[in-house]
């Protein structure tokens, strides 16, 4: 009766082992797929903001369609980009030692936000910006390294 009752018990012990193992799989593969969304994401919004702030438009054949077609782009990345983030920071809420990271690609979201859509964003006397567009693509590297350090470094 005694060899029942330990098989039994070795059999639930390894079911459960089993599950866990596999819930976590699970788990780290939906914050890493999550987490490349916002890296390519981050990487998109980071070229189409350069492009903008660093062309004239008024010295470019159809200059205000590709004004116009970079505004309508970037706009559509600021929809994707908080949910992909609150999306990533929430799954990435259980990775205690990570939580710096984690609050770094919230705060840096919202720079990029206010860096890009500030100043004379969907203006027709824009001009060109190099330091901004230098600013710009700092802090979307600064978000694509958060999220590196946080999906690279999580499964050890």
Known sequence: MAEIFSIALAGLVAFLF??????????????????????????????NAITYWLS??????????KQTSLEISIKGSFIRLPKLVTEFTSRASYLKDKQIEISKVSRKSWILFDLITGHDFESENKGTNIALSSTISKNCNYLRASIAIIIDGHGE
């Open 56 to 65: 004239d438009f008024k010295s470019i054949p159809n200059g205000q369609v």
């Open 18 to 47: 089993n599950w866990l193992h596999w819930r976590l799989v699970r788990r780290r593969n939906a914050l890493n797929s999550i987490g490349r969304h916002l890296d390519i994401l981050a990487k998109e919004l980071e070229t």
